[in-house]
């Protein structure tokens, strides 16, 4: 275990812009991370209740929309290219700039090194750069949509030839989608220098005592999900590059030849392969998803422990499954390409492995019963959340046993079904690891408490409301009901579906709504929260063994030294209900 | 505790609807689509029993175990418990996967018998085009320099070969009952996907590459074709139908199309 010795780089920063603005303090960079994806996150909702609107009422003119979109909702009415240009953007800010960045870099940035006994991140210059990288990232992406076409309208996988042919193929495909793919390439790049921050600062700066096996399961998905980033970015950066040279320098590395596009022959690609871009898209994308979803399920290990005052059931096993949810993450990415017209044989291939991800996941969800069984579960916000991400994760992981198999995947592909499954996974699932996280350390990052009531309010309504709004969706899948489709008045049968949209349109605005008890109890409580104190939750990790906030360096100079597992609760014989991992070893409680 | 009750209702409601299958599939129109639902419903009640089970199991232990002073048991796990439950579902979804392949063998990998009738599909942003031969059983020689929708020639025909004279084009798919057809999937842009419901099948359409896709039709009737690939704006209107005909019939209109 070397000694961590990062602040010899940095001493604590002095005027507000060295401080708060281009500040090197992991902490700092972890909430500027956090309020990026909040500030995300609602434009991504924005963008979804527009999208909502427009599939049950296509034709109703809307002044302000006229006011926004001159031409592409002019006389208010929204056209199709424009509800596919919201639909590209609600899906690529929320995967990128909410789902991959709070959990990791936001949660991450702040509680990692902490955790771990570190002062700070291992290169925290780097750390910056990262951050204002993806800024720089978010902001290409916005202005995608206020350029000639405006957003590009190929969703978030930018199939080409769609996505690669130029405005020719439709509106928003000319700089849009250009800015659209730089916009991907920055945040490529923020993304591969905050992965090997994590990585190298899990490896090197542990403190002494913290073995990788005393780690809390937060620090292990950060680890596997930063490895994950390094490896899956990298492949997307480097199709990025590709697809932009397509358009830009005349390339065909995805545009095939014979192509004849609204009219025109296309006559200087060929020779390129669609399907290529699916591969390096997926080989990033699949991992993408458990970039998403493994903090979550870290933080809910985490809470589950604390609340329910019990040890991680199989710390080992969950620890394991992690790693192999990791590595098997690398191997599915074909299951995204059953219907792409790739080789049939090796559908079979990745359907096994698909089926074996389902393992761990499997795992994770009796450990985390096992955990609660025969506890004493304490029912706080933060805990409802945590509680709230295991019934999503099963509600949204049992769907990928119907997807995952080939042969059913023959319907369900580029249904409702699918939508309905990743919004339940990857999207609530994620976002509630986010709540719950949010309810946890907020206390630690802000030194005051949030408000129970309206946590408790606010998690009651978004709990049953995305429930509202996810679940029709597999019904629409099993009627039949196509993904991405702008209205459904020209095909038939999906005319005797719409009322189930009205539905799910109403649920949304009303779980939209409730968010905004959130952002008030969060801006409430920074100011005026009950003052926390340094423990709240009589939690056991290094976090809650320093102030509220923690000082510059964490740890006041002093370095921690590790005693104990991380979830030591309510050891027998010990004098209180939980063993901090920092207190002596002669409480009794090593295995 | 509130949490208990509104998991098992939410649970409750969401099996109720799939037992009650209140938004369903069509019928099935082959033996394919028969064979689909069975493995459908297995997949259902293994997956119906496990997504019920876990979410009882979190209501229960939320309102079992809740605070109630006292202290917690301390436990780090059960290995036998973990091995137990690890090879179930390990066994448990492989052994769907393993069902289904029948099923996607049938669609991919069976040979596709000589008599099968062959059309052509050409999808582009966003119309359906449809080719049959004609009587000499041959696809003329077409050139995307040629291609003119609106003069009808939305393949590019070349007139000059004499093997293109009697091809027939359509804007719709008719086939016959009970035959076996093979679908020739081209598209001319960007990638499209033919979705047939009552088939129980789809398949990519990827320009510069000719996707074969076999199926047969056994009920007579028209289905619709919704694009199933996210093609453009008019993503959402690329729509065309299939019409199952007898036999007969369908010879009748090859005839009706060859005098246009």
Sequence with gaps: ?591 | MLLAPIVWVLAAVIVYFFAARTWWFPPPINQHGIAYDAQFMRTLVVVGIIFFLAQFALGYVIVRFRNRGGRAGYSHGNNKLETLWTSATAILFLSLVVMGTKIWAGVHFDEVPPDAIPIEVMAKQFAWNFRYPGPDGKFGRTDLKLVNDAAGNPFGLDDKDPAAKDDIVSASLKVPAGRHIKLILHSRDVIHNFFVRELRMKQDIVPGMEIPLHFEADQIGTYEVPCSELCGLGHFQMRTTMQVMSEADFEQWKIQQAQK
């Excluded at chain 1, 955990?371 to 029912?379: D, K, Q, V, Y």
């Design chain 1, 1 to 591: 275990m070397s000694s961590p010795a990062t602040h010899a780089a940095h001493a604590a920063p002095q005027g507000f812009i060295r401080k708060y603005i281009f500040s090197l303090d992991h902490k700092v960079i972890g909430i500027q991370y956090y309020f990026l994806g909040l500030f995300s996150v609602f434009v991504g909702m924005a963008l979804s209740l527009l999208m909502r609107f427009h599939m049950v009422n296509p034709a109703v003119s809307v002044s302000w929309f006229a006011r926004l979109w001159p031409t592409a909702a002019q006389g208010g009415v929204m056209t199709p290219e424009l509800y596919l240009s919201l639909m590209t953007m609600h899906g690529t800010i929320m995967v990128f700039f909410v789902l991959t960045t709070v959990p990791q870099s936001g949660f991450g940035n702040y509680f990692l090194p902490i955790q771990i006994g570190a002062e700070d991140m291992a290169f925290p210059v780097l750390n910056m750069m990262s951050f204002w990288t993806t800024f720089l990232a978010l902001v290409i992406m916005l202005a995608a949509f206020f350029v000639q076409g405006g957003a590009p309208l190929s969703g978030w996988t930018a199939y080409p030839p769609l996505s690669g042919a130029g405005a020719i193929t439709g509106p928003g495909e000319g700089m849009g989608q250009t800015l659209w793919i730089l916009s991907i390439a920055v945040f490529c790049l923020a993304s591969l220098m905050g992965a090997i921050n994590f990585i190298a600062t899990t490896v090197d700066l542990r403190c002494k005592g913290m073995t990788l096996m005393r780690m809390p399961l937060t620090c292990w998905t950060w680890l596997v999900t930063a490895i994950l980033g390094l490896l899956g970015f990298a492949v997307l950066l480097a199709a990025g590059a590709l697809l932009l040279m397509d358009r830009l320098a005349g390339t065909s590395f995805f545009l095939p030849a014979g192509m004849m596009i609204n009219d025109q022959i296309i006559a200087n690609h060929k020779g390129g392969s669609p399907l290529l871009w699916q591969h390096l898209f997926w080989f990033f994308g699949h991992p993408e998803v458990y970039i998403a979803i493994l903090p979550g399920m870290g933080v809910t290990s985490q809470l589950l422990a604390t609340f329910s005052r019990k040890p991680i059931f199989g710390y080992k096993a969950m620890v394991y499954a992690i790693l192999s949810i990791g590595f098997l993450g690398f191997l599915v990415w074909g299951h995204h390409m059953f219907m792409s017209g790739m080789n049939p044989y090796s559908a079979m291939a990745f359907a096994t492995l698909t089926m074996c991800i389902g393992v761990p996941s499997a795992i994770k969800t009796f450990n985390w019963i096992g955990t609660l069984w025969n506890g004493r579960i304490h029912f706080d916000t933060a805990m409802l959340f945590a509680l709230g991400f295991v019934s999503l994760f099963v509600t949204g992981g049992v769907s990928g046993i119907f997807l995952g198999q080939p042969a059913l995947d023959l319907y369900f592909h580029d249904t409702y079904f699918v939508v309905g499954h990743f919004h339940m996974i990857m999207g609530v699932a994620a976002i509630f690891g986010m709540f719950a996280g949010t309810f946890y350390w907020f206390p630690k990052m802000f030194g005051r408490m949030m408000n129970e009531t309206l946590g408790k309010i606010h998690f009651y309504c978004t709990f049953i409301g995305v429930y509202a709004i996810f679940t029709p969706m597999h019904f629409l899948g099993v009627a039949g009901n196509p993904r991405r489709y702008a209205e459904f008045t020209q095909v038939e049968y999906l005319g005797k579906l719409i009322p189930i949209h009205q539905f799910m349109t109403w649920a949304a605005y009303f779980t939209a709504a409730v968010q905004l008890i959130f952002l008030f109890n969060l801006f409430w409580s920074m100011r005026r929260g009950k003052p926390a104190g340094q423990n709240p939750w009589n939690a056991t990790t290094l976090e809650w063994t320093v102030p509220s906030p923690p000082p510059f360096d964490n740890f006041a100079g002093v370095h921690p030294v590790v005693n104990h597992g991380p979830y030591e609760y309510s050891v027998p014989g010990a004098e209180r209900d939980f063993i901090m991992q920092t207190d002596p070893v002669e409480v009794p409680s090593e295995e």
